[in-house]
Structure formats: structure tokens, C-alpha cells
T-cell receptor, first 108, second 114 residues
């Protein structure tokens, strides 16, 4: 079964601390994986996609096929990073399966 | 460009009432989606459309119907609302790209069924 698992509902860190939001997936084949973010009172938007291998707002995510993981990392958290983060898997052409989301709270 | 818009923003219904949520996009996207967002459940796909005149069921289609009569619009209908349909509903659209899908989301509709 195709599935995305985000084990943490809430991750609370202090400003300046490293952040790692966990995402594991179940998929047969080569996965297309994404991180979406929803800031307070804003719409959901794409943060980054694994195929781009880019860093957005200091965040990076590496696809580890051996561990079937796509964890989102940032070395130094900022208060403006506080948001809900969703990991997503493209299960079929233009169809996404979302994880349950992790709320990141960055304390001052 | 307005991107993806949703109407209404908020609505309160009584059990058994019906309503239609409207989604519109001005990006000429082929694909459109309706999701519901519930605490602890993430986003779950209700119905989607791969082009004008087509619709397909997603993960949680029961109790909902959709129509895509025009490319830019995707309507979600609740024929007889139930309290279990209390949720935040998001519409999204996308186009095909070799780099994987980017879905563009609307602002959401908060629906309460009493």
C-alpha cells in the first residue's frame, strides 16, 4: 500500500536549534516526494521537492531509498518557520498522498 | 492572477441541508482536486478531475459529488450534510510536469455541520 507516515504531530524547538521533521513512505517504484507548508492563516504551498535537490528557506530534504525516508532538515530554526508541514508522495500522475502533518513550533 | 479561489470561506449547515462549494482557477490547469483537512488526519483526497468533463473518486468520496463543466471550475456538492462532514475543505489545481506535480491550493472553506 502507498502510504506516507509523519510520526510526530508536534515538534517544539527553540530558536537557533536544529530541526528535523520525519517522513517515511511506502511505495513500490521510484517515488516523487515533496514537502508542503502551511503557515498560520495562509494556504498550503509547496516548500520543496526531492527531484530539485534545492534548499528553500534553509530547509533541505534528502531521499533515502534504503530507509524509505524523506526527512526535512534545517540547521538553525527561526520563529518564522513555525507552521504545519506535510510530506507528500506522488502516487500516480498528478495525484498526491499526504502525511498527517507535523506542527513545528519554534520558541523564542 | 488570482490563482485558486474558493467560495464561500465559511459556512454553517444543519444536518440534512445541502450546499455547493465552488473552486475556480485562472492558471489553465488541467487537474483539479478537492481535499478535506481534519486534525490528526492530514489532507485526504475526496474527488479529483483530470480535465473538463471528467471526475474521479479519491480516498474519501462518500457523501460528496463533484462536477467539472468548465475547465476553470470544480464544484463540490454535499447533498445531505452530516456532522462527520465538518471539516476544512481545500481545492487545488495542477498541471503535468516532468519534475513532479506542484499542486496550487486555495485558501480553504471551513464548514460546520450541526
Amino acid at each position: 500500500a502507498q502510504r506516507v507516515t509523519q510520526p510526530e504531530k508536534l515538534l517544539s524547538v527553540f530558536k537557533g536549534a536544529p530541526v528535523e521533521l520525519k517522513c517515511n513512505y511506502s511505495y513500490s517504484g521510484s517515488p516523487e516526494l515533496f514537502w508542503y507548508v502551511q503557515y498560520s492563516r495562509q494556504r498550503l504551498q509547496l516548500l520543496l521537492r526531492h527531484i530539485s535537490r534545492e534548499s528553500i528557506k534553509g530547509f533541505t530534504a534528502d531521499l533515502n531509498k534504503g530507509e524509505t525516508s524523506f526527512h526535512l532538515k534545517k540547521p538553525f530554526a527561526q520563529e518564522e518557520d513555525s507552521a504545519m508541514y506535510y510530506c507528500a508522495l506522488e502516487s500516480a500522475t498528478n495525484k498526491l498522498i499526504f502525511g498527517t502533518g507535523t506542527l513545528l513550533a519554534v520558541q523564542p | 492572477n488570482a490563482g485558486v479561489t474558493q467560495t464561500p470561506k465559511f459556512r454553517v449547515l444543519k444536518t440534512g441541508q445541502s450546499m455547493t462549494l465552488l473552486c475556480a482557477q485562472d492558471m489553465n490547469h488541467e487537474y483539479m482536486y478537492w481535499y478535506r483537512q481534519d486534525p490528526g488526519m492530514g489532507l485526504r483526497l475526496i474527488h479529483y478531475s483530470v480535465g473538463e468533463g471528467t471526475t474521479a473518486k479519491g480516498e474519501v468520496p462518500d457523501g460528496y459529488n463533484v462536477s467539472r463543466l468548465k475547465k476553470q471550475n470544480f464544484l463540490l456538492g454535499l447533498e445531505s450534510a452530516a456532522p462527520s462532514q465538518t471539516s476544512v475543505y481545500f481545492c487545488a489545481s495542477s498541471y503535468t510536469t516532468s519534475g513532479g506535480t506542484e499542486q496550487f491550493f486555495g485558501p480553504g472553506t471551513r464548514l460546520t455541520v450541526l
